[in-house]
């Protein structure tokens, strides 16, 4: 968990609480099977600039850590788990100095009955964004010429934590899902402790996990070849 999600309108509407400074042109198409390695919007803090500037972009899903020999790391990092990201060597750095909001319309999770795997699409029932507590990375790719702007990656992770309540009986994991209030919070490069603020919206997490619904979807959702606002429509169980 979380390994497909969908971003269904990617305007500003679901990211304008969080008043972004800057939002890039180049952000990715609506998604209705966000897979992993594919480009999808984040939030993330620069501090480069002073005073820092909070800047929607595109990024790729499946973190990869500066110091990896090529993406393929970031296939085994798409999701983060809180209760070990502080050591972990992949996203230890990233915590402290580079934390993300991933805004998402819903995500899907496979509910295994009887050996059966059946996909449940899962979001707000009032049909707003969803915020997901994320990490970024910047990955520079050695072979590409020191002035090809592509050299540089940019990707990100989603992190997740224990499920609690009914969400529990679909998944042992869910992401850590986060309000407004604390998605400003994490996203603050001048927070002392990132521990901290991680351990504030893991708590937090089940509270927001009560505004979701979900109900079973066509397995077409299983293949990356199949993106259409069909898959998110109720089917029998």
Same mark, same amino acid.
């Given at each position: /968990?979380?390994? %497909?999600?969908?971003?269904?309108?990617?305007?500003?509407?679901?990211?304008?609480?969080?008043?972004?400074?800057?939002?890039?042109?180049? &952000?990715?198409?609506?998604?209705?099977?966000?897979?992993?390695?594919?480009?999808?919007?984040?939030?993330?803090? +620069?501090?480069?600039?002073?005073?820092?500037?909070?800047?929607?972009?595109?990024?790729?899903?499946?973190?990869?850590?500066?110091?990896?020999?090529?993406?393929?790391?970031?296939?085994?990092?798409?999701?983060?788990?809180?209760?070990?990201?502080?050591?972990?060597?992949?996203?230890? +750095?990233?915590?402290?100095? %580079? %934390?993300?909001?991933?805004? #998402?319309?819903?995500?899907?999770?496979?509910?295994? %009955?009887?050996?059966?795997?059946?996909?449940?699409?899962?979001?707000?029932?009032?049909?707003?964004?969803? &915020?997901?507590?994320?990490?970024?990375? !910047?990955?520079?790719?050695?072979?590409?010429?020191?002035?090809?702007?592509?050299? !540089?990656?940019?990707?990100?992770?989603?992190?997740?934590?224990?499920?609690?309540? $009914?969400?529990?009986?679909?998944?042992?994991? /869910?992401?850590?899902?986060?309000? #407004?209030?604390?998605?400003?919070?994490?996203?603050?490069?001048?927070?002392?402790?990132? +521990?901290?603020?991680?351990?504030?919206?893991?708590?937090?997490? $089940?509270?927001?996990?009560?505004? &979701?619904?979900?109900?079973?979807?066509?397995?077409?959702?299983? +293949? #990356?070849?199949?993106?259409?606002?069909?898959?998110? #429509?109720?089917?029998?169980?």
């Amino acid at each position: /968990m979380c390994g %497909r999600f969908v971003v269904a309108d990617p305007g500003v509407r679901f990211v304008s609480e969080i008043d972004p400074d800057i939002i890039a042109d180049d &952000l990715p198409e609506p998604s209705f099977n966000v897979a992993p390695t594919q480009q999808a919007a984040i939030v993330a803090c +620069s501090t480069r600039t002073d005073p820092p500037t909070r800047r929607v972009v595109s990024a790729r899903w499946g973190l990869v850590p500066g110091w990896a020999k090529d993406l393929s790391a970031g296939a085994r990092a798409i999701n983060a788990r809180s209760e070990t990201a502080a050591t972990k060597r992949t996203f230890s +750095s990233a915590l402290h100095a %580079r %934390r993300a909001v991933v805004p #998402v319309s819903g995500f899907y999770e496979w509910q295994e %009955r009887d050996g059966e795997k059946t996909p449940q699409y899962i979001h707000p029932q009032d049909g707003g964004p969803l &915020l997901l507590a994320g990490l970024y990375e !910047w990955w520079r790719d050695p072979a590409r010429a020191q002035d090809d702007p592509a050299r !540089w990656v940019l990707s990100f992770t989603i992190l997740t934590r224990a499920a609690e309540g $009914p969400l529990a009986a679909l998944h042992p994991r /869910m992401p850590v899902f986060v309000d #407004v209030d604390h998605a400003r919070a994490w996203l603050d490069p001048s927070a002392d402790d990132p +521990s901290s603020a991680l351990d504030a919206c893991v708590a937090d997490a $089940p509270r927001e996990a009560r505004r &979701l619904a979900w109900h079973a979807v066509d397995a077409r959702v299983g +293949s #990356v070849r199949h993106d259409d606002p069909a898959l998110i #429509v109720p089917v029998a169980s």
